[in-house]
């Protein structure tokens, strides 16, 4: 168990739910031509300094990966990745292609939007096939490592990822795909896999290391965040996480609130809660925000007039939050929910929330 792991991961959890929130809102909140230009500003600010979400999930993935297996994986590995993960991906990328054609009104395109969605990572999940890569390349990355040590492996990683994504920012504006794809490579994050490998593999050092640079760490972090906003400003790189600049300013963040939480003597509980929820939270919070916004179109309209952008995005946030660990609650009491949602996280004694499914020890049909 990683103490520093439960903050980064609700950190990250709560970051998508609030970055989804404000991009859906930008999009679709009725009233958006009475809002004035200030507020419209901060949350599009808000909006990038946000990014760092999926980012810190990677990160997070292969830091625990790593920590767990040092030494290489176990036998039924990849299986269990399989059932808890993949198919859940499978699932939700059917799920989100329907609900898709369902906004669209015809649901002649389905079968190409479902191998949009699972084939070509065209949803909010496409993370997970960057990290079944990761548990690929984990498989044999130990004999790796003893050929070519971290000291060598750091750098050539970092020069490996900045650089593509370097190629990306100057091509992406030249270049027209009808489907982009170029973030699913593992090379496009290879950097965070590498990281976090050997933070995983050497936890009491960077606690004693990072924990005296806090204040360092929180200077590179908003130095990271101003590089973000200068470029949002420019456009020299296509809206979204998998930038350089994001790269760099996620690490430091990462770093900054690892040595903020590695003396923490606990976990707040709804921190934690939102930490082992977060899995299905990831899943279920983009189709709880548009359903929230048809929820919010048939409210009489003397209500929705005393709204404004900023508590429709704190309407939006908090509800599609709280619903969707209702939902992934409710799913996991049944054995099969699991395979929706993914299982729930563990808790700060090491033990995951109780599912009362299992213990009614219910098989799945095969």
Not at 184 to 201: D, K, S
Not at 229 to 246: I, M, W
Request: glycine residues 6%; aromatic residues 16%; positive net charge.
């Amino acid at each position: 168990m990683i103490r520093e792991v439960f903050f980064l991961r609700a950190i990250a959890c709560l970051s998508i739910v609030l970055g989804h929130s404000i991009s859906s809102s930008l999009n679709w909140y009725p009233f958006l031509d009475t809002e004035r230009g200030a507020a419209l500003n901060v949350w599009k600010t808000v909006t990038e300094l946000l990014l760092f979400g999926t980012p810190m999930f990677v990160f997070i993935s292969a830091l625990v990966l790593s920590h767990a297996y040092p030494q290489g994986t176990p036998e039924g590995f990849l299986v269990k990745r399989t059932k808890y993960i993949l198919v859940p991906y499978v699932i939700m990328g059917v799920f989100y292609a329907a609900m898709a054609c369902a906004i669209e009104g015809s649901f002649s395109p389905l079968l190409v939007k479902i191998w949009q969605n699972i084939v070509l990572g065209q949803f909010h999940g496409y993370f997970i096939l960057i990290i079944f890569q990761f548990y690929l390349l984990h498989i044999g990355f130990h004999r790796l490592v003893k050929a070519i040590p971290f000291r060598r492996l750091l750098p050539y990683s970092l020069l490996i990822n900045a650089g593509y994504l370097l190629i990306v920012a100057l091509l992406w504006q030249k270049v027209s795909l009808p489907v982009s794809v170029w973030w699913l490579p593992f090379f496009a994050w290879i950097f965070y896999y590498v990281l976090a490998c050997h933070v995983g593999q050497n936890l009491d050092w960077y606690r004693r290391k990072l924990s005296p640079y806090r204040l360092h760490l929180f200077i590179g972090s908003a130095a990271g965040a101003a590089a973000v906003l200068l470029s949002a400003q420019t456009g020299l790189f296509p809206f979204g996480s998998k930038r350089v600049d994001v790269l760099v300013y996620t690490v430091l963040l990462c770093f900054f609130i690892f040595a903020l939480t590695a003396k923490a003597r606990f976990v707040p509980r709804w921190l934690e809660t939102v930490s082992s929820y977060s899995f299905g939270i990831y899943w279920l919070h983009v189709f709880f925000i548009a359903v929230l916004h048809k929820a919010f179109k048939v409210l009489p309209q003397g209500i929705r007039v005393h709204w404004n952008l900023s508590v429709y995005i704190l309407y939006l946030s908090v509800s599609a939050l709280v619903l969707s660990m209702v939902s992934t609650y409710l799913l996991t009491r049944h054995p099969a929910g699991e395979f929706i949602v993914g299982k729930l996280g563990v808790t700060t004694r090491g033990k995951r929330i109780r599912n009362p499914a299992a213990d009614q020890h219910l098989t799945v049909a095969k």
